[in-house]
């Protein structure tokens, strides 16, 4: 069964670097998203992804952020200078289109800043 | 504004006897509502989902869910449960639109006795 993949399953990385998030969503699917969790809090909309361009956006999703589908199978998250509050689980999720609303997601990345 | 509230934050049940989850939602139109499972250390999984037409809907591992718009739930039951159900539970309602964001609720975690 298609299953959405990610890499790595954790990084730690140190405050202010650059981390780059990778996903890889099930074939065929149209619709890309980017959630995140916090320790101990609810799962986060951070944006949604689809031809090419970001459809959908949270307040979290600023500047520091920036999607990208460099090769028509992945689908990444950067954050450009990372800051000690942004270290959660990280999920890709993707789903179908026209007609399939629900939501697949891979199994995480957990990012550590420290 | 989306909102999707799970009044349980635990719930510990014993093996064999029947699980009822609660969820509460708030959406402005029909929402599309849906069910995942997190197992620890494992990514959220779709149990079920509801667009339309039927209340009562069937979903995987033995789980159901009626929506009930007069009260705006979406609860989640399954009539026997097993050890291996011990996980993570979030119910999450989808925007019908494009972007098709998912806001969650808290979640809630089940512990099965033995």
């Known amino acids: 069964e298609p299953e959405v993949t990610q890499t790595p399953s954790h990084q730690v990385t140190q405050m202010g670097q650059e981390v780059i998030l990778r996903c890889v969503p099930i074939s065929n699917h149209l619709y890309f998203y980017w959630y995140r969790q916090i320790l101990g809090q609810k799962v986060e909309f951070l944006v949604s992804?689809?031809?090419?361009?970001?459809?959908?956006k949270s307040e979290i999703f600023d500047d520091q952020f920036s999607v990208e589908r460099p090769d028509g199978s992945n689908f990444t998250l950067k954050i450009r200078s990372t800051k000690l509050e942004d270290s959660a689980m990280y999920f890709c999720a993707s789903r179908p289109g026209q007609g399939g609303w629900e939501q697949y997601f891979g199994p995480g990345t957990r990012l550590t800043v420290t | 504004a989306q909102s999707v509230t799970q009044p349980d934050i635990h719930i510990t049940v014993s093996e064999g006897a029947s699980l009822e989850l609660r969820c509460n939602y708030s959406y402005g139109a029909t929402p599309y509502l849906f069910w995942y499972v997190q197992s620890p250390g494992q990514g959220l999984q779709l149990l079920l989902k509801?667009?339309?037409?039927?209340?009562l809907v069937q979903g995987i591992k033995g789980f159901e869910a009626e929506f009930k718009r007069s009260q705006s739930s979406f609860n989640l039951r399954k009539p026997s449960v097993h050890w291996s159900d011990a996980a993570e539970y979030f119910c999450a309602v989808g925007a019908q639109a494009a972007g098709n964001k998912l806001t969650f609720g808290g979640g809630t975690r089940v512990l099965v006795k033995p």
């Open positions: 992804f689809y031809n090419n361009e970001i459809s959908e």
């Open positions: 509801y667009f339309s037409g039927d209340t």
